[in-house]
Every structure is written in C-alpha cells, then in structure tokens.
C-alpha cells in the first residue's frame, strides 16, 4: 500500500525535476557561478541606473494597475454583493468574458482602438486584464460580511458611510490585499502588453527578459533578472500569507 | 409613563403578513417579553422598534415621539443580536466604544464628541458592570460564548438607552449558561432601570425574567400579562398549551360555577358562559392531585416518565388522556384516584382560536 502511494507520485517528482528543479538550477548556475561563485552580477545590477530604472517603472505600473483595479473593482463588487438581483452570477460571469478572448489579441484590439502608446495605456491594459482577480475576492468577502454587522453598526449610531468605513472597509480589507497580490505579482513581469501598447519610454521587466534571453543570449543577465523577479513573488506570497492568517484572525477570509 | 406605544401596526413581505394590526404599549422600566413560536411575528416587532424594518402601516412612539420612519442610529433604543453580530475587527474595548465614539452630547454653545478619557471611563464601567473588568483588550474570537454575551450587553447599554431590545440572546449559550444569564439579565434590569424588551420562543425564560409578557402567534397578539395571569388564565388553548404543559380537554358548562367534563360534574370558578356551552378545559398538570380516598375521578395509568425531580404520568380516563405530575412513581396499568380544586380549573371559549384566524383573514383581504 505504502509503495504504490510512492509510485504514484512518480509522474509528478519526474515532472518537477525536469521542468522545475533543473530549470531553477540552470538560473543559478548563470546568475552565480559562470566562471566561479560570483555576486557581481547582481551588484552590476543593482548599481545600474538603467536597470533600477526599468524595476521601479515595472513596479510602479503593476502597482497603478492594481490601484486603479481597486477604484474600479471595489464599488462594482460592493453593488454586486449588497444586490439580491438574480442577474448577479450572470453579471459576474460577463466580468470575465473579457478572459475568453486570447490575450494576445485583446492586447492588439486595445492598441488598435485607442490608436495611441505609452505608459498609459500600458496601464489601461493591465487593468482590463487583471480587473477580474480584484474583483473577484472583494466580492466574495463581501458578500460573506454577515448582515448583522452592518444592523449593529446603524443600531450604535453610525450612518451609511460610518458604517462603511468604520465596519465594512476592515472586514473586505482580506479580499482587497488578497486582490492586490493577484494582480500586482503577474502585472509586474508582463511582457505583451508593454510590447505591443508602450512606447520607448515604457520598456519593462518583462520585455527586458525577452530581449536577454531571445535577442542578446546574455543568458547570465537575464537570469539575474528572472531571480530578482522570482524574489518578488516568493515576497509576495509570504506577504499574502502572513496577511490572510491576520485577515483570518480578524474574520476576514482570502 | 409610556416608554413604547405601538398602534395598529403591520408588517408585510411580499403581501404576507409578518405581523397584523397589533397594538400594546410599554412602560418605563418594565421588562417585557415577547413570546412566540418561530414566524410568529416577535422578531419582526423588535426589528421594527429598533428600526430594521419599518412599518408597513401603523405608528411607533418610542419615548413619546413618532418613531415610525425614523432610521436605527437616531432611536434612543440599543439591540443586543441574536449571535450578538461583535465586530471581529474590533477587540473588547473598541466594540463597546463604538457607538460613544459616534455620540454628540449637547453642550452650552452646540454639541461635541465625548472624550478620549470619559469614553474609557464609561467603557469600563460597562465592563464591570457585565463583570468583564479586565477583558478590554481581548480579541472578540478569544472569547466564550457567554463573555461574547455580556460584551454584546455592554456594548449596547454602554451608549444609555431608554429602551434595551434582546433578540433571542440566550438561544446560543447552553443550559448552564442560559440559566446564569437570565440572573444576570434581571439583575441589570434593576440596575439600569431601563426598559427591558426580550424577543424569546422559550417559556421558560419567558415566565422568570418578565414583568409582562406578549404572547404572538402568526401575527397576532394572542395574550398580554403577568407571568401568572398567562399561566393562570391562559386567553385561548394556544397560549395554554405554549405556556407550560396543559391537559386540553373539550367540557360542557353547565351553569356558573360549575362544568362537565370526563363525564363528571366540578366545581369551578369561572361563570358568565351560556348554558350547556361547549368549553376548553385547561388542567395544569402540577394541578391534578393523586388520592387514595374522595376521588373525584378514577384514571388508569398508561406510563410514567421520570423527569428528575418528578413523575410525568400519563393516565386515561374515558378514552381520554391527561398528564399528571406526581412525587411517587405508579405501575402501569394501576388504577389511581383523581382529585381537582375548582380554582385550578380554567375554562375558555373553546372557538377563541378560530374566531382570531377569521379577523386575520379579514385584515390581509382588506390590504
């Protein structure tokens, strides 16, 4: 009994091994030690102007893309949730009738229809792709608020707006980090559609990779890039973590 | 003085009626009860005298003004919930602060918010006034059942209401619990001097917590009175049988003072019933005494059960049955004597039920 349960899990360690361990290896062995251990590259990257610029500016979009799916994503997700329309999980399943559509193509359609490049429409572009993950656990975490919350609030004295930043904003405040993480972690690295909807002022980590790895074959630069953005979700992930376990103390759930 | 005045109010959900015409009034400082089954209409009522629900039709004064429309944060009224709906996000302290936090108290030139330092006073005062002096900064999920209880209590009463509503607030606790909370219930009761409205489907609590009670049932008002008014002179067979446990059976009133009934003639109190009348008998079982001579009546036992204390017996007597409650316990199938004061003889109209279940019929018809 005991044996077959390891043999089952055969396919799967083989999988990791070739498509996860020696692939993260390989990123090892040319961020550090091409020619002996070595951290100069990341010191090399680090220090560059040029290098830090592109992080921060991938950093920034990711983060007003996020900002801006918060602005829109929270009041949509708050109607859906306080309305008792039967209408809601159809309404809720045309939000993501935009992820039917290849992503490529709907990157294209978006650059075709405003006409126009640059950072924000970088952003615009982000925001449509990943406005569904922020929507979604608002949404959820809202509707599980229990009603008897909101009736306690207004019975101690608080009106509408009290009550919403005083009780509802706290308890959706899981669903919103949890919101931001989705679509902050992949907005970061993404590369179509700072290619496709940027300019030469929007030049991103996603693209940069790109360019390493497929035009330049400075495989050693760009696995320091992967690292560095590997770093970034593992942080992520930690932050979703130690987030969701306070958010679960508190009542909340991600 | 008149704390709550309810006239002629309704409630509907999608022209169902939740609760019809009713009408009672409450005085400063009583404890009232609202008892009833489950759809029953009492959480309706509390809901619209805190304001949850309005009215569909009807006025509320609370405190001698029109309250009908007004919105649950401008009433002089706190509600303590069901699950007692404590801010997870909030510790002890901040959850019972939350409402002094939002007061306005008037002052010479206008109004201002209270205090950092009167709003800790008054939290603690609250706090040991549930007996939870040291518990301010506790997390609300690190708390039992119970101290969630007195935290939902201070919370409500920490803002001076003229009016404490209770929505079923024991039904969570278990037994022990339950019965140390109906204690501490009373006794707050007499400290604050507020006016007390407890919404309960339990009897029990009912008849030891209240100064008065308001029996529902579908809506409607079925009795208002003193715990023993109700379980003395229960109004109809409904509140007989929900107050306590009641032997019902169908008798004949003969002239005033006395009935027939199990085929024998009793002595009663009641009078004012036409002749030969068909009446509701109600016998309390704790009523009916077991003799060994001048037995009025001769019962068979069928069974007993044992309750603790005493004996629930079950004994038949014409084809019909009673429950008694007796200190001895009595075999099976052994014949036993009956014995019943006049006085512990309640008579009613036997259609008092069906003659309310037509007025409803005609208030829905004419909404």
């Known amino acids: ?254 | 003085m008149k704390i709550i005045e309810v006239k002629n109010v309704s409630k509907f959900y999608n022209g169902e009626g939740a609760v019809s015409n009713t009408s009672f009034t409450i005085d400063e400082g009583e404890f009232v009860t609202i008892l009833g089954p489950s759809g029953s209409g009492k959480t309706t009522i509390l809901r619209m005298l805190a304001g949850f629900e309005m009215a569909s039709s009807g006025t509320i004064l609370i405190d001698g003004k029109d309250m009908t429309k007004i919105p649950p944060n401008k009433r002089p009224v706190n509600t303590v919930f069901q699950k007692y709906a404590l801010f997870p996000h909030l510790d002890v302290f901040e959850n019972i602060a939350f409402g002094l936090k939002l007061k306005r108290i008037k002052v010479n030139d206008g109004e201002r918010l209270l205090s950092v330092g009167e709003i800790k006073s008054k939290v603690q005062e609250a706090l040991s006034l549930v007996g939870l002096k040291n518990y301010g900064d506790r997390d609300i999920d690190n708390l039992s059942g119970g101290q969630q209880q007195r935290v939902a209590i201070a919370r409500a009463i920490v803002n001076e209401p003229k009016v404490l509503l209770l929505d079923e607030p024991l039904s969570a606790l278990d037994l022990k619990m339950r019965q140390e909370m109906r204690i501490e219930l009373r006794r707050l009761h007499k400290e604050l001097g507020i006016t007390f409205i407890f919404v309960t489907h339990d009897q029990e609590e009912a008849m030891t917590m209240s100064d008065r009670i308001i029996v529902m049932k579908d809506g409607i008002i079925q009795q208002i009175g003193t715990p023993k008014q109700i379980y003395d002179e229960p109004s109809n067979a409904f509140v007989a049988d929900f107050i306590g446990d009641s032997n019902i059976i169908k008798g004949k009133f003969i002239k005033d003072f006395q009935v027939e009934f199990l085929g024998k003639k009793f002595e009663c109190v009641d009078k004012g019933f036409k002749r030969n009348e068909i009446v509701d008998v109600v016998l309390r079982p704790e009523s009916i005494e077991v003799v060994k001579k001048d037995a009025q009546i001769e019962a068979k036992v069928l069974y007993s059960i044992f309750e603790g204390s005493y004996y629930n017996i079950t004994v038949e007597i014409k084809k019909q049955k009673l429950v008694i409650e007796t200190i001895r316990r009595y075999e099976d199938g052994a014949k036993i004597g009956l014995w019943i004061e006049p006085d512990e003889i309640h008579l009613m109209r036997s259609n008092d039920i069906e003659d309310k279940e037509e007025n409803k019929e005609v208030e829905n018809g004419e909404e």
């Open chain 1, 1 to 254: 009994m005991k044996n077959s349960r390891v043999l089952f899990s055969v396919p799967y360690l083989i999988f990791m091994a070739v498509f996860v361990v020696f692939p993260l290896g390989l990123l090892f062995y040319y961020a550090f030690f091409v020619q002996g251990f070595s951290l100069e590259r990341f010191g090399n990257y680090f220090s560059s102007a040029d290098e830090m610029a592109t992080l921060f500016r991938s950093i920034g979009f990711a983060f007003t893309a996020a900002l801006f799916c918060i602005l829109i994503g929270y009041p949509a997700a708050l109607i859906l949730a306080r309305s008792r329309s039967k209408f809601v999980p159809f309404i809720l399943l045309l939000l993501t009738a935009p992820m039917w559509v290849n992503g490529l193509l709907r990157t294209i359609a978006l650059g075709e229809l405003f006409a126009s490049r640059g950072a924000f429409m970088v952003i615009i572009g982000l925001t449509m792709d990943y406005l569904p993950f922020m929507l979604m656990p608002i949404y959820l975490v809202l509707k599980n608020i229990d009603k008897a919350y909101l009736e306690a609030s207004t019975d101690l004295g608080a009106n509408k707006w009290t009550t919403f930043y005083k009780v509802v904003l706290p308890l959706s405040m899981s669903g919103i980090i949890s919101g931001f993480l989705m679509v902050f972690t992949p907005a970061v690295s993404t590369y179509y559609l700072s290619a496709y909807l940027g300019d030469n002022t929007t030049f991103m980590l996603g693209e940069e990779l790109n360019l390493m790895f497929t035009k330049n074959h400075d495989y050693s630069g760009g696995a320091v890039i992967a690292i560095v953005l590997l770093s970034f979700v593992l942080i992520s992930f930690f932050i979703t973590n130690w987030l969701s376990k306070l958010g679960n103390k508190r009542g909340g759930i991600i």
